[in-house]
């Protein structure tokens, strides 16, 4: 079993060469300059990778994409091994990077907040306290209450409490 840092190491140089053959070296218009490689993962034993990407455009265009990385698996894969020099050229499995529709979620969930608070905020507008403006006492309010003949839960003083 490999360590963590080499299945980093690989899994980086597998991101860019796969990236730079998709760019420059392969010919196929479904994986035009529309398909972006987000990340890349290799297992452990240094045998599997998964690379993750996205594509701009419909999901017409994200079908054609990926057939089009699978038809090019073969060519990705024995660039990848010239390119890595490892023992075993990992076998690639390309995956369609859920983050953007995630990302796209998380969006309307905020924007739905945004109008929630823009409602409340609206509504409270005119509002006022239920009670005092402020209901805590303060240092000054016995000496005030004393003055005033109460003491300072607001009861007239002088009597006994039975």
């Given at each position: 079993?490999?360590?963590?840092?080499?299945?980093?190491?690989?899994?980086?140089?597998?991101?860019?060469?796969?990236?730079?053959?998709l760019q420059r070296g392969i010919k196929d218009p479904r994986l035009g300059s529309h398909v972006t490689i987000t990340d890349t993962r290799v297992?452990?034993?240094?045998r599997e990778a998964t690379v993750f990407y996205t594509v701009y455009g419909d999901d017409e265009e994200r079908a054609a994409a990926a057939a089009g990385l699978e038809s090019a698996k073969g060519v990705l894969r024995s660039e990848v091994g010239r390119a890595a020099g490892v023992k075993f050229t990992p076998t690639l499995t390309f995956v369609a990077d859920a983050l953007p529709d995630t990302a796209r979620t998380i969006e309307d969930l905020l924007d739905k907040a945004r109008t929630s608070d823009a409602k409340v905020r609206e509504a409270s507008a005119g509002a006022r306290y239920a009670g005092e403006a402020d209901p805590y006492r303060k240092p000054g309010d016995e000496e005030a209450a004393d003055a005033e003949g109460t003491d300072a839960d607001g009861q007239n003083g002088g009597g006994s409490r039975a």
């Open positions: 079993m490999a360590d963590n840092a080499r299945a980093k190491r690989l899994a980086d140089l597998i991101r860019e060469v796969v990236a730079q053959k297992t452990g034993d240094l």
